[in-house]
């Protein structure tokens, strides 16, 4: 694929999505009402079922189209021509993919939820692609968070994520992959790679996926945020002391001014012509309001319209990622000697759940020292650490196919097929269920240390939430703009802190 | 770049779509539930999926009777156009998510609304078959 295309794809994918449930009712405005042209059934609290096999509009509280109701018997039926919103326990809206297997996928609502007792629906806003465990000593560690962002079947994409863990005492590698959001999921292939490296050389992913091995780590001599901050305290350690955008800076955004930047200053070895930024970080949840809230929340239904059907087509899909590009993330820019800032790199966005570690290469412009601009929407970045090695060198990996798949302690054959390779077989998973991937790496004859990174490939569909198909705020599908980027930025610097704590709390238990 | 738009879109609209068209299958078109070919160890079940449960299916048979079949106790299940799903020795999680849409009650039965569906047939309790 031509990389000018594949690179807004892939970055449109690269982090995860979360929601929450904060959105003022305001009612639609009754001349501008939603419609889903896909086949619709609704269940009613009665037990009867409506089907619109033409779709539906939703106007204010109500569901209208040409429908054929049925008693909970079946045993007769009635035309009508709408029904309350109050009165449906749950909808489907029923669209044709094309991910092979069986072609007539069903989404369900969460409506319906409420009927099944999972009064979390209503509140959840933990959402993410598949998150990934390690056991430790009888503790599940969280190591990763899969293919961010793919919430289309055209932006399924491959994330590669450094994993902490041990091999068990047979050698294996055991990881647990969990949906804990109000998703289905999509995995088309997951894959161990290993990389082996001498002591004292670190393992790490770029921003193009590829493995980079670093040495002679180095702390940063400045570092400083636009206000001018001295940050250098919170970015030399690993500890969970992070950067985040301050406050003042924050409340001071307005279009088109939506940035933040931190300069950073590090020695650079003589002669050397580039050198790796290390970088621990992780996003804050103003993706997630940006393309829950945002992006799906605020039309409603017609979400169901744009992620059923707008964002399968490559036209609309390239304007949402190109937008993603150039506006999340974090570009990584070299100070000129004429003082100006040349980007080097671009960092998509990796998801507010797991930390990731990644090494960016970069030039060194100014013999003996390297000068560097982080910039990304304000606020978008928790970022633990940062530091510069002064030496690098790429390194290829050994792939480690899939072995087992494990649901509770049996072997799943099916599932195993389904993600062994990228093809066009999936495994499905739904909120709450979860599989352990089972790897056998070779230990024979390789010496030194060995690091090993999750591969994982897919996409994953959002449940469209009750609230937002009850109170939408928009009343055109989401236009990817500045203006929307602004809107999530407001809201999030009102709710960051109810909200990252509800966000923790809201994670869809395992069955 | 438009040259690439292009053939993508070609090659979106010449593909060939294989599997149950949502204009032609049952379960979108009506209010039923998938038709159901359950293979059990001494017996066979055929009908209409009402629910799935976590470990159960519950089947309107042809022969008119509201029936729970557990899904440890199925060999094989078989599911128009979506075909064998259920199979001995294969967990079965994956299949069961797969398949509650397209069951007639996806967002599951209430007691009371269960009670009058067994009522309906003449029942007071989801027969059991294993």
């Known amino acids: ?511 | 770049m438009r040259r690439y738009i292009a053939i993508s879109s070609v090659l979106l609209f010449a593909a060939c779509y294989h599997g149950p068209s949502i204009y032609k299958f049952g379960p979108v078109q009506g209010p039923e539930g998938v038709d159901t070919d359950l293979h059990l160890q001494k017996t066979r079940v055929r009908g209409e999926l009402l629910e799935v449960q976590d470990t159960a299916l519950i089947v309107l048979t042809d022969s008119n009777k509201v029936v729970l079949v557990p899904v440890s106790g199925i060999e094989a299940g078989i599911f128009d156009k979506l075909g064998q799903l259920l199979a001995e020795g294969v967990s079965p999680q994956s299949a069961l998510a797969k398949l509650r849409p397209f069951s007639r009650f996806p967002t599951g039965l209430t007691p009371e609304l269960r009670a009058r569906l067994l009522a309906a047939y003449g029942q007071t309790e989801l027969e059991v078959v294993r």
């Not at chain 1, 982090?15 to 959105?23: G, K, L, P, R």
């Not at chain 1, 930047?261 to 790796?276: H, Q, R």
């Not at chain 1, 930390?355 to 978008?380: C, E, H, Q, S």
């Open chain 1, 1 to 511: 694929m031509d990389r000018r295309i594949a690179l807004p794809l892939v970055l449109l994918l690269s982090a995860c999505i979360h929601v929450y449930q904060s959105i003022r009712p305001r009612p639609l405005d009754p001349h501008t009402p939603v419609t889903v042209t896909t086949p619709v059934k609704a269940h009613l609290v009665d037990g009867s079922t409506v089907v619109f096999r033409t779709g539906v509009t939703v106007e204010n509280a109500v569901v209208r189209g040409e429908g054929w109701r049925y008693p909970l018997t079946l045993r007769d039926s009635s035309a009508v021509s709408s029904i309350p919103l109050d009165s449906i326990v749950g909808m489907e809206a029923f669209e044709q993919t094309t991910a092979g297997g069986s072609s007539a996928v069903a989404t369900i609502l969460t409506t319906g939820l409420l009927a099944l007792g999972v009064g979390l629906a209503a509140i959840a806003i933990f959402g993410s692609c598949p998150t990934v465990y390690a056991d430790s000593a009888g503790t599940a560690l969280l190591q990763a968070e899969g293919f961010s962002y793919s919430i289309a079947p055209i932006f399924e994409s491959r994330d590669v994520d450094r994993l902490r863990l041990r091999q068990a005492a047979d050698g294996s590698v055991r990881l647990e992959v969990r949906n804990e959001a109000l998703e289905t999921h999509y995995l088309n292939q997951l894959e161990l790679l290993e990389v082996t490296h001498a002591e004292g050389e670190t393992a790490l992913v770029d921003e193009l996926n590829r493995l980079v091995v670093v040495a002679d780590q180095r702390p940063l001599t400045r570092a400083t945020d636009r206000a001018g901050h001295d940050v250098i305290r919170r970015l030399s350690v690993e500890d969970g002391d992070v950067y985040r955008t301050d406050a003042r800076t924050m409340a001071r955004a307005r279009l088109p001014d939506l940035d933040d930047w931190i300069e950073l200053t590090a020695p650079a070895p003589p002669g050397a012509d580039s050198v790796a930024i290390v970088l621990r970080l992780r996003n804050s949840l103003l993706n997630t309001t940006l393309l829950y809230d945002v992006m799906l929340g605020d039309p409603g239904a017609r979400s169901l319209d744009w992620v059923g059907k707008d964002l399968k087509q490559v036209g609309p899909a390239l304007a949402v990622a190109q937008w993603y590009q150039q506006r999340m993330g974090m570009n990584v820019a070299v100070g000129e000697r004429s003082g100006a800032h040349r980007v080097v790199a671009h960092l998509r966005d990796t998801g507010p759940i797991a930390w990731k570690d990644v090494a960016i290469v970069v030039p060194v412009v100014t013999p003996g020292v390297v000068r560097i601009r982080l910039t990304f929407p304000m606020d978008n970045w928790r970022i633990d650490r940062v530091a510069v090695a002064s030496r690098f060198r790429r390194v290829s990996s050994t792939a480690i196919p899939l072995a087992e798949v494990l649901e509770a302690e049996t072997l799943n054959p099916t599932a195993l097929a389904s993600m062994r390779a990228a093809d066009l077989r999936y495994l499905q998973t739904s909120p709450g269920q979860r599989f352990t991937a089972v790897f056998h790496p070779r230990t024979a004859g390789s010496a030194g240390k060995r690091t090993y990174f999750l591969a994982a490939q897919g996409y994953y569909m959002e449940w469209v939430r009750p609230g937002w198909l009850r109170a939408p705020r928009a009343d055109h599908p989401f236009v990817p703009s500045d203006t929307a980027l602004a809107e999530a930025l407001g809201r999030w610097r009102m709710s960051q802190d109810s909200l990252e704590t509800l966000f923790a709390a809201t994670r869809i238990p395992m069955r």
